[in-house]
């Protein structure tokens, strides 16, 4: 699923959300503000639609999951961002850092 975001003129943030029926979880593949809108907290903005859009989802289909999202260790805002809304940090998977979230 893609959530946009737009003002007039264009695309302000985007989140792109997923199922992995392998893995039997919800995932948050990537959050992206354009140059022109990051400071604004739209990046938050996009994460909370998001986390409300899973949580929907999860109830909707009867689902028993969290939220996962991998998030590179260089990326100090993205880290930021999830810390921020409650994500626990789990370890390294390949290279970036896996990150998860409690629906409840």
């Known amino acids: 699923m893609l959530i946009l975001g737009m003002d007039v003129a264009d695309v302000a943030v985007a989140s792109y959300l997923a199922f992995d029926p392998d893995q039997g979880d919800l995932r948050i593949l990537a959050i992206a503000t354009s140059l022109r809108h990051r400071g604004l907290g739209l990046g938050g903005d996009a994460l909370d639609v998001s986390l409300e859009v899973l949580r929907?989802?999860?109830?909707e289909n009867d689902l028993d999951c969290g939220v996962f999202a991998y998030v590179h260790p260089s990326n100090a805002a993205s880290r930021a961002l999830f810390a921020s809304r409650d994500f626990v940090l789990l370890g390294l998977y390949d290279g970036y850092e896996g990150w998860v979230h409690?629906?409840?």
């Open 102 to 104: 409690d629906l409840d």
């Open 56 to 59: 929907r989802t999860r109830d």
